[in-house]
């Protein structure tokens, strides 16, 4: 009896192994779905992509909140898409602080800087 139990727990144990691994293999993460939709808008100048990528980064955020890389992305998608600069800057910031040490994040705080710098005033209201 303890035998087939034995046996059992292990056969559960490898089919939920098994379906795992076709998840991880047939379903892309959204962290990879992120950078293809911005890829895309980027490329081929598809906005409608930057809503994709920031929803994207949101759901890498929600599985693991501590992600710089994720931060930096959803602040360049939120950024394109028009969002206000202390939201953006917030969203930097929050990158910053989990990896101040990765250089590509810092090249990518940069160049935001540089390109709300250039950017034109925004239009006055009604």
Do not use: K, N, Q
């Not at 292990?10 to 890829?39: K, N, Q, S, W």
């Not at 598809?46 to 909140?65: F, I, K, N, V």
């Amino acid at each position: 009896m303890r035998r087939r139990a034995t046996a059992a727990v292990f056969l559960l144990l490898a089919a939920f192994a098994a379906a795992l691994l076709v998840r991880a293999v047939t379903v892309p993460d959204p962290g990879r779905r992120a950078e293809a939709a911005f890829a895309e808008a980027i490329a081929h100048g598809r906005t409608d992509r930057l809503h994709d990528a920031a929803e994207a980064w949101r759901d890498t955020l929600a599985a693991s909140p501590t992600d710089a890389f994720a931060w930096t992305g959803l602040a360049w998608a939120e950024a394109l898409r028009g969002a206000p600069d202390p939201y953006v800057a917030r969203l930097m910031e929050r990158g910053r602080r989990l990896a101040p040490h990765v250089p590509a994040l810092a090249e990518a705080r940069a160049r935001w800087g540089a390109w709300r710098d250039r950017r034109p005033p925004a239009a006055p209201g009604p």
